[in-house]
């Protein structure tokens, strides 16, 4: 491995071998999602939490301070939205000249398995790994389901993971599901979880995303189970004690609670 690809894999995955990845980038296709309208103040109480951000290069170029410490895993699909009639019809929307001109670490695209435009998103994965492998820039392939969340099986996303890995991608993000480790013993290169819609509970992202480091992941890319809980600061910093301090979901959820009072006798003392 060359120097500059492994350099940025080490500034990704941390020295414990593990990652907590925070993305922004939902609006490239939702557009101003609640939590998610002013970005850059979103992320501010966070970054300093997060081992990477996922985001596009406009979010990057107007809400990211420049001075921000943090590597950039650049989402470089894209061009379909909610309002559109399939989600999978995505393009790459970005140039090799820009990822190196905004000073990427990584980039991350999507890949639609089984859809009808398969070969399509397939093959915008392996033209982006062929023009990053040349300048030591890894790709983190996305398993994207679009609207068809009743495909986030084992078998099907290892089925994805496996393909994503053939194509070239040197991380892979995928769904959390049952039987995890079907998707992450058949995948030769890292796999980090997905976070995936807003769960009920504290304990229930806590419990996946352990589940999931238990069986092979070497962490996540969560986002709206961080910035769209009430308290996204205690959230953030309970899930990387399970992700980098080996945390149990029990152990985490204290972490959360103590970290929660504190939050709210600091507010009631600025009242």
Known sequence: MD?????RLARLIKSDGHCFYLPIDHGYFQGPISRLEK???TIKPLLRYADALFVTRGVLRHCVDTAADIP???????????????????????????????????VGISVFVGSEY???TLRNLADMVNDC???GIPVMAVTAVGREMEKRDARYLALASRI????????????????FEKITEGCPVPVVIAGGPVCETELEVMEFVYDGMQRGAIGVNLGRNVWKHEYPVPMMRSLRAIIHNRKTPKEALEIFQEL????????????
């Not at 120097?3 to 350099?7: D, F, H, L, S, V």
């Not at 894209?78 to 309002?83: E, F, I, L, N, W």
């Not at 994503?164 to 039987?179: D, F, N, P």
């Not at 709210?264 to 009242?271: E, L, P, R, S, T």
């Open 260 to 271: 929660k009072n504190a939050t709210d006798q600091k507010n009631a003392g600025k009242a």
């Open 118 to 120: 398969e070969h399509e």
């Open 72 to 106: 950039i895993i650049l989402r470089v699909s894209g061009c379909t939205s909610m309002a559109g009639k399939d989600l999978a019809h995505e393009a790459i929307t970005t140039s090799i000249e820009e990822i190196l001109r905004v000073n990427a670490s990584a």
């Open 133 to 135: 492998e040349d300048y």
């Open 164 to 179: 994503c890995a053939e194509l070239g991608a040197r991380v892979v993000k995928t769904y959390w599901c049952e039987h």
């Open 39 to 41: 970005p850059g103040e």
């Open 3 to 7: 120097w500059g690809m492994a350099n």
